[in-house]
Nanobody, 127 residues
């Protein structure tokens, strides 16, 4: 059984940084895409950053581009999201997502491309 274990959420002031991590346990596929969606109160869940394990291609939504950096450790099946220059509008529940895709953008753009979801971790940015 595949499990996605996320950690690293918390409360930070605007302009601060947080780093999320997500480990894919019980996962044996070689090629996949993994990353993060987020859902703010009253809003739809949106894919913000995903990365492919094969060639490392990445996707960033316009809302986080230039501030967030995604990386992957294939030896640990773990993805990291370094979040800098955080804004109050980044406040949301962040969900780790994993799909059997070769493309980060696909995993972050289509719910149907996500095969497994992790439990959310709360990120709160205070002004």
């Amino acid at each position: 059984e595949v499990q996605l274990q996320a950690s690293g959420g918390g409360v930070v002031q605007a302009g601060g940084s947080l780093k999320l991590s997500c480990a894919a346990l019980g996962f044996t596929f070689d090629d996949y895409a993994i990353g993060w969606y987020r859902q703010a109160p009253g809003k739809e869940r949106e894919g913000i950053s995903c990365i492919a394990s094969g060639d490392g291609n990445t996707y960033y939504s316009d809302s986080v581009k230039g501030r967030f950096t995604i990386s992957i450790d294939n030896t640990k099946n773990t993805v990291y999201l370094q979040m800098n220059s955080l804004k109050p509008e980044d406040t949301a529940v962040y969900y780790c997502a994993l799909g059997l895709s070769d493309y980060g953008e696909e995993a972050c753009t289509y719910y149907s491309a996500v095969d497994w979801w992790g439990e959310g971790t709360q990120v709160t940015v205070s002004s």
